[in-house]
């Protein structure tokens, strides 16, 4: 059984950083691309940032690129999502999620695995 849990959110002013973990566990994934999503209130989840384990080909929605970057200790088993001059708009619950197919897609439905997600919020 594949268990992902995230750790890093809180509270931030405007233009501040924070730095989310996923932590996996239960499997071995090398193979596995990970990805980072987020779900804002009354908004669809979408696509944050992507990374493929082994390769390192990275991944970024328009809207966090140049802020936002992804990446991985392959010997923790753990992703990182290391965020820069966040806006109020990156306020939302950030989840971790696994591919065991590798694809790297920026579509939830392709992910298998979930964590149980970590809240960020920005304040103005």
């Known amino acids: 059984q594949v268990q992902l849990v995230e750790s890093g959110g809180g509270l931030v002013q405007s233009g501040g950083s924070l730095r989310l973990s996923c932590a996996a566990s239960?499997?071995?994934?090398?193979?596995?691309?990970m990805g980072w999503f987020r779900q804002a209130p009354g908004k669809e989840r979408e696509f944050v940032a992507g990374?493929?384990?082994?390769?390192?080909?990275?991944d970024y929605a328009d809207s966090v690129k140049g802020r936002f970057t992804i990446s991985r200790d392959n010997a923790k088993n753990t992703v990182y999502l290391q965020m820069n001059s966040l806006k109020p708009e990156d306020t939302a619950v950030y989840y971790c999620?696994?591919?065991?197919?590798?694809?790297?897609?920026?579509?939830?439905?392709?992910?298998?695995?979930w964590g149980q997600g970590t809240q960020v919020t920005v304040s103005s």
């Open positions: 990374i493929r384990w082994v390769s390192g080909i990275t």
């Open positions: 999620a696994a591919d065991r197919r590798g694809a790297g897609s920026s579509r939830s439905s392709e992910y298998d695995y």
């Open positions: 239960g499997r071995t994934f090398s193979r596995y691309a």
